[in-house]
């Protein structure tokens, strides 16, 4: 947890705050932070012209005019991406289109490798199921919500008038029929806001560089500094004949947005001014210490061990085989990904001594309670993590196992929940039933038994080692995990799409009696049950009890520390992060500078090389140092830090400079700053971004897409 303290109060009280708040350097103390748009007028707006920026609020966030927000979308719901031309041009991350450039990839036309380049309109790829949203207003609705809340009630009593107040809301609120209208809640519960939303359903994709370029440094430089990656992809938002959201049809035409972002040649140098406007999906800043203890010493390194298992079993596949790499291409990253983040989260948490500095607060709150009824809030916590934590532990097991990386065992849980659904009947089983086969469609075009079963040897043997025994069924006591393996994987019908398909033929009667003769499945079925009736329910009720208590601590930190900020956790909402570009010390004697050039993509080059091997054209574009208007004095910038605070979800954000222009775009923070998500520290938080002009270049140079250059306005801002 990082709690700022403004600029304008004296050295002298800093000095005193920082012996019992957990505050970074005070020079950086204005940076850091997810704020809401919609509340952006007065400290926000006086701190990011302070920073160099020329925004006014309003230009960042409007109801009644075009602002940059009309340019923000949150990319098919994990992600965020930008609209940079009048015709609905989209740019993200390169690893947030990924799913969809192996999708149309086969080992004749391989995207992820080649790349792809719509060089005519009509060459740009459909994406059935692709989402694009954008947030069209944002309404403080905290009194609605609370309408009726007594604390008379009980907290279940609560909860459900809140669910009520909230529902009545959804119903009544003014919007057009093609939007959305969600409210959710902000500060653990104490405010909440209203979001219209409107959804894009023909997006299609424009353009993406090869994987040597778009994951250049691949899960080595994942999460490092410096790095050279062009981690980015285009997609184009389609839109019936009124401009409207429309499903898939040829007639469709380009959307007009209401705004789009002109992208600037000018570079950053450090101390620019950066913005980030995206959807971060999840930060937990005011957790008790007692909490990120347990994270930090028993729930990541368990799920560090698991996935560092799988991680092993599926690279050595892909190194051997080219068909598997292109199947396990997605999914080896997505394991590597967070197994990456989790090791640097443990590390940052500790260098910066973030469980320290939360027991300092938590000392100074303590103080401040004392004698009253909310001196009980820390005891309660320490109380109820001790009640979590064995059942926690069996949690992330499962999940980490049954639900994440076997795969076989993750397709038996939703069989599971199949036979589940043959209580309500007939017409809700075949609905299910037609889902699921609809999705083993692909999930069976990139599975691969071979690699699955040692997987599954390396996981259920690290199950049985590490699970609690109060978790761990009892009917698996002695498993011998080689011979249970062998038997799955040799006679379930759960390894194919074709046995499967045949195994879920007739009504549900005849289908639950099959899957059950089924090894896979009963295995399967056997862990669903102990995580349905005996680790969830478990988890779930002390978490509700925790819920509570965080809720009013959070009421409660904020009413004891009045001159602090607070910013409100990341919830998948639309959010800015400003702050600047700007190098860091990850140790003793280091010093990062802020940006990295091309030439470090040839010092890293390695032939043959997964991860550093890249194209001779690009690297015939560096000998004869042909950048055109992308580079400076012969130096071709590629990537650049910031104070930014992001996290999951601001992939593909995008990076935007003090007039509004775009500069680049985030993809990463860096390893010893991964702890953001916890504890915020300004001394060695830094995202990570592509420069703007190096993603033109790869466009313009490398792949000769003059059509879609044509379509970007290009401007110069540090001329004027």
Known sequence: MLIFVSIKYTIMIKLIRILVLFVGVTVFAQQGGMWIPSQLEGRNEKEMKALGSTLSAKDIYAVDKPSIKDAIVHFNGGCTAEVISKKGLLLTNHHCGYGAIQSHSTTEHDYLKDGFWAYKAKEELKNPGMVVTFIKRIDDVTVQVFNGITNSLSEKEKQDKISQNIKKINNSVTKETWQEAKVKSFYKGNQYFLFITETFKDIRLVGAPPSSIGKFGADTDNWMWPRHSGDFSLFRIYAGKDNKPATYSEKNKPYKPKHYLPVSLDGVTEGDFTLIYGFPGRTNEYLPAVALDQIVHTLNPTKIEIRAEALKVVDGYMRNDAAIKIQYASKFASIANYWKKWIGENQGIQKSKAIEKKRMLEKAFASKV???????????????????????????????????????????????????SAAKGEEAFEKQKEKLLKGYKGFYKNYNANVDKDVFKKLIALYFKNNPKKYTPSDLENTDVDVLADAIFETSNLVSLDKITTLLQGDSKTVVAQINKDIGYSFGKTLAKSFYYAINPEYNAVQNKIAAVQKKYMKVLMEEFPEDRFFPDANSTLRITYGQVKGYAPKDGVYYKPVSYLKGITEKHKPNDYEFDVSQKLLDLYKTKDYCDYGVNGKLAINFLGTNHTTGGNSGSPVIDAHGNLIGLNFDRVWEGTMSDYNYDPEICRNIMVDVRYIMFIIDRYAGAKRIIKEIDFVHPKEK
């Open 370 to 420: 004392k004698g009253t009824a909310n001196e009980t809030i820390l005891p309660e916590f320490t109380k109820l993590y001790n009640e979590v934590k064995e059942v926690a532990l069996a949690r992330d097991i499962w999940i980490e196992t049954v639900y994440r990386n076997v795969e076989l065992l993750n397709v038996s849980f939703k069989l599971y929940q199949l036979e589940l």
